[in-house]
């Protein structure tokens, strides 16, 4: 498992998984430029064999102490191994060095892989939002988690798992 920076070179490869992933309400290829272009965020691209086969981002500006998950999505060969896991505590570290106390994000309420992972790593639902995501109707899972210094222990902790379910 590699997780590195995202660069403005990996665009094409991540809206493919993001099309892949998300048919119906993808990101625009230029909204996910700007969200790899700025001081704000941190982007990271989860490499298999030369290919990027997922990616993740937080929104979380220096000294605030709330940050945002704003996606996270893997090739579908690729997800059930650990790699969410892994690349979900490298987001949250990202966060904790930004400043962050808590973390929200969102997740839709037709995804209870998402929601379990979330739940399982200490979010807790806080709101729902009706036919958030469009046009398919679906509900948002509004969901916070509040951060513990220091992290590190928890991204040892995913690279182990990772490696234990790819070799399984």
């Known amino acids: 498992m590699t997780l590195r920076a995202a660069t403005p070179a990996d665009l094409d490869a991540i809206m493919a998984i993001e099309r892949r992933s998300f048919p119906t309400d993808a990101w625009s290829s230029e909204a996910m430029a700007l969200e790899l272009s700025s001081p704000h965020g941190r982007y990271l691209v989860d490499e298999h064999e030369g290919a990027i086969i997922g990616y ?19 090739d579908a060969e690729h997800r059930g191994a650990g790699r969410g896991r892994a690349l979900l505590r490298a987001l949250l570290d990202a966060a904790v060095e930004r400043g962050a106390r808590e973390v929200f994000l969102e997740v839709r309420a037709d995804n209870p892989s998402a929601e379990g992972l979330y ?14 995501y469009q046009p398919d109707d679906v509900d948002a899972i509004v969901m916070r988690l509040a951060l513990q210094q220091p992290r590190a222990a928890h991204r040892d902790e995913a690279a182990a798992d990772a490696v234990k379910e790819t070799s399984a």
């Open 56 to 74: 993740g981002g937080v929104r979380a500006l220096q000294g605030s102490g709330d940050a945002d998950i704003q996606t996270i999505a893997f």
């Open 119 to 132: 739940r399982s790593e200490g979010f807790e639902e806080t709101a729902r939002r009706p036919r958030y």
